[in-house]
């Protein structure tokens, strides 16, 4: 376009100046036309490339753009931003002359497989954590039936008690982990006319799964389900510390929960929940067994990632 404009006005000036500021009118306009159709250019490229790439890595096409016009400009290209190219970019094209862009699909594909590498350094980072919790705890101690005894009653009966308990966990995924722990989940203590007292603990060991629906400012509820083993030790005699029997009794049973974790950052999670963990122990007080025990307990914890 240069040429023709050129072509077609000097002829008809007759003076140097003329023709000087007629070339410095086509310059003008072939450099506005140029600027006007920059961005046309660069959206046509950004679109074009993004189409080529996995949603993950689109990021990479205004890198991959800015590389493009920047080659471009030092090439001198005549017909730069002119026109822009009706065809797609071909990501896998090699081209022998060493002076023409390669977008080799080698170095987008090694873009794209490093992106993925710190994807998964990010994905396996922090997945275990260990955490220690504390708690209320209600422990269903078994209130013996006295009424077949003459003046038999109770004196004293404790059914609430501290709980504790430590855990390690494994996230598997972000809504779901695994966690082991073990707890103490509180001691009762009871006595019946001031002559017969028994004290009773209990404890418990085992494997659980939670698995967080939603998310909602860093809070996540979420449902436990598990398996565990509840044991409870109970010592009877004239006190507490003076006993005469020390019966044990242990069972298998499902462990069920559900609470709220809420994330301070990336390695600190607090915790609020209530777990239920079955029944142990006997009904009957002529029974060598301890007094049934059937703890629920509320607990405050806290955890670290690693």
């Given amino acids: 376009m240069e040429y023709f404009l050129a072509s077609a006005l000097l002829p008809i000036t007759s003076s140097r100046s003329i023709r000087v500021a007629c070339l410095c009118l086509i310059l003008l306009f072939c450099s506005s036309q140029a600027l006007a159709t920059e961005d046309e250019y660069r959206e046509k490229l950004l679109n074009e490339i993004r189409s080529s790439l996995s949603d993950k890595n689109k990021e990479l096409a205004e890198q991959l753009v800015d590389i493009r016009i920047e080659e471009e400009r030092k090439l001198g290209k005549k017909t730069l931003f002119q026109a822009v190219p009706s065809q797609k970019i071909n990501l896998n ?91 103490q989940l509180g001691t009762s203590n009871y006595s019946i006319n001031t002559v017969y007292y028994g004290a009773n603990k209990a404890v418990s060991y085992g494997l659980s799964g939670k698995y967080h629906p939603i998310e909602i400012l860093n809070t996540k509820p979420f449902f436990r389900y598990g398996v565990q083993k509840i044991s409870s030790v109970e010592t009877r005699g004239n006190t507490y510390t003076n006993y005469s029997e020390r019966n044990t009794s242990s069972n298998s049973r499902a462990l069920i929960g559900i609470g709220v974790d809420y994330s301070l950052n990336e390695l600190l999670t607090l915790t609020v929940e209530i777990e239920k963990y079955g029944r142990t122990g006997s009904t009957d007080l002529n029974v060598r067994k301890p007094a049934r025990v059937d703890p629920k307990v509320v607990y405050f914890s806290a955890n670290y990632s690693f």
């Fill in 93 to 183: 094209e090699k081209r022998s002359n060493k002076n023409e862009i390669q977008f080799q699909s080698q170095s987008t594909t090694g873009l794209e497989e490093e992106n993925n590498q710190d994807i998964a350094k990010v994905n396996t980072k922090n997945k275990w954590y260990f955490g220690i919790g504390v708690g209320s705890s209600n422990t269903g101690v078994y209130k013996f039936d006295l009424s077949n005894f003459s003046n038999v009653t109770y004196t004293n009966y404790q059914n609430k008690s501290t709980a504790n308990k430590i855990y390690l966990g494994y996230k598997y995924s972000e809504e779901s982990s695994i966690e082991l722990y073990y707890a």
